[in-house]
């Protein structure tokens, strides 16, 4: 059984940066992909960006691309979100997740789901 946790997020105003933080307790971490998704008021979760077990290899959701850094520490089980040039469109719940068979785009793939993180991107 794995637990995350996350930290960091706020709100920015657009051009702005916001890290969001996971911490993962329980479970072999270094086995685990991990995913961030978001989640805007009224619309389905959607997948942002993911990592592979490792920490070796990213991918990221074309909206994503070259504004949003995903990274993993495995020895400290921690995994990062570091976002730029947010976009008030960028507005919405985010949540880390951890999938023990390797990366997935949609959120049945994942087992295990942080409690959330609120980015708000005002214009």
């Known amino acids: 059984q794995m637990a995350l946790v996350q930290s960091g997020g706020g709100s920015v105003q657009a051009g702005g940066s916001v890290n969001i933080s996971c911490a993962a307790s329980g479970g072999s971490f270094s086995n685990y992909a991990m995913g961030w998704f978001r989640q805007a008021p009224g619309k389905e979760r959607t997948f942002v960006a993911g990592?592979?077990?490792?920490?070796?290899?990213?991918y990221y959701e074309v909206f994503a691309e070259r504004r949003f850094t995903v990274s993993k520490d495995n020895p400290n089980r921690m995994a990062y979100l570091q976002m730029t040039r947010l976009k008030p469109g960028d507005t919405a719940v985010y949540y880390c997740?951890?999938?023990?068979?390797?990366?997935?785009?949609?959120?049945?793939?994942?087992?295990?789901w942080g409690q959330g993180t609120q980015v708000t991107v005002s214009s």
């Open positions: 990592i592979s077990a490792n920490g070796d290899t990213p």
């Open positions: 997740a951890a999938r023990r068979r390797g990366t997935g785009l949609r959120v049945g793939d994942y087992d295990y």
